[in-house]
């Protein structure tokens, strides 16, 4: 299966980059798994909220194929356990999903569009948290998914 999380901007804090690669250098070789950063709008200043999210949801869609799976991160999301994500993810390798799209909003979150294509939306929190933040506790819920399926002794309940 691919696993991809698409982000807007640069992971402009070190720290954060520095541990989200930690956690992507532990996902499971057969995972195919790929980061997205969007580039940031150049001329963010000079528009609204809507016409932001109206253009980074073209980007977001852009990168995007039909069959994909999409989950739209966000907080009023179904907040699932760290069992019930890992028994998600083994469901779709089950349903043989090719593509499993994990899409992380900007600061004003999703135009209408992203949300009308996600198959799902997932929250992490009912807590909102910076986009930059999502990306890393995202990946570190997906290695600790991957943990939990091969047994290791990561996760403990
Ligand atoms: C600063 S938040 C934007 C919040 C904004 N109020 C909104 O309308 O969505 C940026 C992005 O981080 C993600 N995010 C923030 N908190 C989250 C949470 N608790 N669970 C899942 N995703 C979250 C969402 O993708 C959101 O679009």
Known sequence: MNITTICIGKTDEK???????KYEN???????YQRIEIPDLKNRKNLSEIQQKQKEGEQILSKIQNTDFVIIMDEKGKQPTSMQFAQDIQNYMNQSVKNLVFVIGGPYGFDEPVYQRGNKKMSLS???FTHQMVRLFLTE???????????????HE
């Open 126 to 128: 009912n807590m909102t």
């Open 15 to 21: 720290a954060i980059e520095l541990l989200l690669q």
């Open 26 to 32: 532990r996902l499971p070789s057969h995972i195919n």
């Open 141 to 155: 819920q997906i290695y600790r998914g991957f943990s939990i399926l091969q047994g290791k002794p990561y996760h």
